[in-house]
């Protein structure tokens, strides 16, 4: 006897087995603590490193504010889109519990090396001379060894990112989870709230220990926490479902724009019933959309002898696709207006370097003996988003509600545009907050000293974080059912990594930005906005152009929003209201 194997193009597939007692009993509630042990284990330890990591560059590797920020943005950026190369391998080639495991490996390799350069001093340049403040720049090997390392962690945790998810949800595809949609749900509720903790562990306990107790152990903590994340992931082997890699989406996308491209010649008639289409079995599409015509071209059959084996599949997918195809890559390209709006967003949200040195200037004491790290305001941002969702579910649909008297709804497109609104509110507060924290330093006598901590208390910069933290609750969200509820069902995969995808480019962007604005505002000798020393700087204009940028990106938001059209289910939502 055979196990069933789905045939929905780009979804895995498993692999036809005898149905032994022994692979019955595989899978189930019993992987799930190794699966979701493995990826909170490894997102406390790597997010861990990102909020300190510009004061240890600058410290210890005696870069200025830009160079440490760029390799910031270009480490984050590699894991943002790592991710989705992942997937792709994941569904391709290798299958998801080998790509976690390799992830994990790959993962504890490049922390151990990063936590080396806080071991081995000929790792990093010497201390600056402090009576001369003479300070040596690192070699070009020391730089090597650190971007290596950093790099091995990008990809490893992205890796793992992109497979953790739907590895736990494979588990919970057998028969006799099949009509138990509460254990599913149960495990996403409890994947998400999971990864939330583990940001406030790496955000408060992680960090105080980087900043208390030294570089040495404060990077030792996260290489040992991936160390029992690794462990943890090979420890459910024998119990995984483990299965088979099938061909995947992203191939299939890339085959269409292939197909339309050689099938160029060909014209399109005005009586799309005069044409031949190329269908899946059992497919409900029988013929492709106007829109974007010209992709049409691909899933023409012109001589069905030739393109067509005798089991109705094409004989060259690389010239001849289905119509699913087809609709699928107009679907992805139907939502990239939007996504590009989203993309200005993840630059608001991708300064994580000024923050920090903004924070370490400021009293963060509570009380008289005890004092926030810099790096730990960022837990601000996280317990902002977790609140709004639990206002918003629990509180403001209620009240909206109740005040209408009909039940009241935000659209996902509401919700991404609310978002953008608050991110362009944040980054307008924290120029505000910056002038006026400048202003105080100097007056103070802090102008050449970028260390001294003035009269200001640090929870004038608590409207800041709240308002990312809503503005990133509200748009991720949002863009995430948006695009889940647009594309069709067998694009999940695809669905889940655009989000990752758009903060990618966003780190890639911000870091394009500063360094067009480093090199305008320091021309002819003058101090650079994004000066090392924030009193000299002017990072107040610097957050007023990111605000330009966010009132800008809110317009052009408003203009693809409407051009989009109402998405699915909207129509009927109308007809509705409009019915007497």
Sequence with gaps: MEKNSSTVKGEMVEEPLLLHNSETQKGGLRTLPFILGNAVLMNAATAALTPNMILYLMNE???????????????????????????????????????IGLGSV?????????????????????PCVDSNNICRSAEMFQLFFLCFSLGIVAIGAGTIKSSSLAFGSDQLKQEVYQGNARAMERYFSWYYALYALSLVVALTCLVYIQVNMGWTL??????????????????????????????????????????????????????????????????TIVRPSEKLRFLNKACIVQDPQLDLSPDGEATDPWRLCTVDQVEELKALLKVVPIW???????????????????????????????????????????????????????????????????????????????????????????????????????????????????????????????????????NAIGQNEFYISEFPRSMS????????????????????????????????????????????????YYYMVLAGFSLVNMLCYIVCSRAYGPCKGEEEEVMEEEDP
């Excluded at 992931?233 to 992203?250: E, R």
């Excluded at 100097?442 to 800041?464: N, T």
């Excluded at 930005?513 to 480093?518: D, E, F, G, S």
């Excluded at 101090?527 to 990072?539: A, D, V």
Aim: with cysteine; net charge positive.
């Design 61 to 99: 590797y005696h870069m200025d504010m830009t160079t440490g920020s760029n390799i910031i943005y270009i480490w984050s950026a590699v894991t943002n889109i790592a991710p989705v190369v992942g997937a792709f391998m994941a569904d391709s080639f290798v299958g998801r519990f080998q790509t």
């Design 106 to 126: 790959v993962t504890l390799v490049g922390m151990f090396l990063f936590w080396l350069t806080s071991v081995i001093p000929q790792a990093r340049p010497p």
């Design 218 to 283: 404060g990077f030792g903590a996260p290489v040992l926490l991936m160390l029992f994340a690794t462990v943890l992931i090979y420890l459910g082997t024998p119990f995984y479902v483990k299965l088979k890699p099938k061909s995947s989406l992203i191939t299939g996308l890339f085959q269409v724009v292939v197909a339309a491209y050689r099938n160029r010649c060909l014209r399109l008639s005005s009586e799309s019933a005069d044409i031949l289409y190329h269908r899946n079995k059992g497919s």
């Design 340 to 474: 590009l709006t989203g993309v200005v967003l993840a630059i608001n949200i991708s300064q994580s370097s000024f923050p920090v040195l903004q924070a370490k200037t400021m009293d963060r004491h509570i009380g008289s003996s005890f004092e926030i790290p810099a790096a730990s305001f960022g837990i601000f941002i996280v317990i902002s988003g977790i609140l709004w969702i639990v206002l918003y579910d629990c509180l403001i649909l209620p009240v909206a509600s109740k005040l209408t008297g009909k039940p009241v709804h935000f659209s996902t497109k509401q919700r991404m545009g609310f978002g953008l609104v608050l991110s362009f509110l944040s980054v307008l507060v924290v120029a505000v907050v910056e002038g006026v924290r400048r202003s105080i330093a100097i007056k103070q006598g802090h102008f050449d000293d970028p260390e001294g901590v003035i009269r200001m208390s640090a929870v004038w910069l608590l409207p800041q974080n709240c308002l990312t933290g809503f503005a990133e609750a509200l």
């Design 493 to 540: 995969s695809i669905a889940a990594s655009l989000i990752g995808l758009g903060m990618g480019v966003g780190n890639l962007l911000a870091s394009f930005l500063m360094n067009t604005i480093n090199d305008l505002t320091k021309r002819e000798g003058q101090e650079s906005w994004i000066s090392s020393n924030i009193n000299k700087g002017h990072y107040d």
